[in-house]
């Protein structure tokens, strides 16, 4: 049986010591960036453990960040062995995160749709009414010749 909460609780733990390991300098690789750890996903058996990551800088250092991650798996997972009290240490992966572009890219709809809605309504402002401005019929009022 799956037990998720248990999983996220390891979820988090390894993302803290996989952070703290990466702050104290484990990897010493040139090639690793400025790397943040998102988030960890574990599956329901506890056996795998999807790391979520971004680096600040240029397409190039997110390419020799995750070559150096990549490279020392091996290593991080063994910070990761000693960190943990469970008896089987999960197998890791380092998924670059796509949350930095994904804002972006909302940022730029929120944008446009914000251009839009000006557009609108400047030409609002303008617009003129087709018939009278109140086309509903009124009652008559009373004239003094009924």
């Given at each position: 049986m799956v037990d998720h909460a248990r999983a996220?609780?390891?979820?988090?733990?390894?993302?803290?010591?996989?952070?703290?390991a990466l702050?104290?300098?484990v990897i010493k690789d040139t090639r690793l960036g400025f790397v943040t750890i998102t988030d960890v996903k574990m599956t329901g058996d506890?056996?795998?453990?999807?790391?979520?990551?971004?680096?600040?800088?240029?397409d190039e250092e997110r390419e020799e960040t995750a070559a150096a991650l990549k490279?020392?798996?091996?290593?991080?997972?063994?910070e990761v062995g000693r960190g943990l009290t469970v008896r089987l240490v999960p197998t890791i992966e380092f998924i670059l995160d796509a949350?930095?572009?994904?804002?972006?890219?909302?940022d730029d709809l929120l944008a446009k749709a914000r251009?839009?809605?000006?557009?609108v309504d400047a030409l609002a402002k303008k617009a003129k009414?087709?018939?009278?401005?109140?086309?509903?019929?009124?009652p008559r009022e009373a004239s003094d010749e009924d």
């Open positions: 996220r609780k390891l979820g988090e733990l390894i993302k803290v010591i996989v952070a703290e702050e104290r300098g506890l056996q795998s453990a999807s790391i979520f990551y971004t680096v600040y800088g240029s490279a020392n798996t091996g290593r991080i997972r063994g949350l930095p572009e994904n804002a972006k890219s909302i251009a839009q809605d000006q557009e009414y087709a018939g009278d401005e109140d086309p509903y019929v009124k």
